[in-house]
């Protein structure tokens, strides 16, 4: 009898234990800007307000309050990540930028984030710093479904 591990929250297709865990659990420092975004999807989806916090940029950091992201999870299920481009953000890079699109319910309404998000490498580790928020993104009727059914879109949110 064997188990497969699940899958990670942020849509990499690797277990979480291959993916974001290590991140969250400290034992490594996410190597690129994506890495990092992706990672913190999935403290979003774990509700883990400790890692959202330590991997913001310090200034930023000294504004947001543990308190006010445990707020922001009431209600909230992150349901899929979209990372639609990234620019910069490697290995060697001092800053970098993700643009992508994150599905959630919230009280069973659905709703999306498409953000462009910024990112700094200081003290050997990259941080986010802001983003900007864009426009929702179209999904093509033939997608999976963004609530995670594994039916098409046209066949779920679509009918």
Not at 31 to 46: D, G, H, Q
Not at 49 to 69: F, G, M, N, S, V
Not at 131 to 155: A, M, Q, T, V
Request: proline residues 4%.
């Amino acid at each position: 009898m064997s188990s497969v591990a699940p899958t990670c929250h942020c849509g990499s297709e690797s277990s979480f234990i291959d993916c974001c865990d290590r991140y969250l659990s400290g034992a490594e420092s996410a190597p690129t800007a994506e890495a990092l975004m992706r990672s913190r999807y999935s403290a979003f989806c774990l509700r883990n307000p400790d890692y959202l916090l330590a991997t913001l940029q310090k200034d930023i950091r000294a504004k947001e309050t543990r308190k006010a992201l445990l707020k922001s999870f009431a209600g909230t299920q992150w349901r899929q990540l979209k990372v639609i481009r990234c620019q910069r953000g490697l290995l060697g890079d001092k800053a970098g930028e993700v643009e992508f699109a994150a599905f959630f319910t919230q009280d069973d309404e659905g709703g999306q984030l498409h953000e462009r998000s910024r990112f700094v490498f200081e003290d050997e580790r990259w941080f986010y710093v802001d983003g900007d928020i864009l426009p929702p993104i179209s999904l093509s009727r033939n997608e999976p479904c963004w609530c995670g059914s594994g039916r098409k879109l046209k066949k779920c949110h679509l009918a």
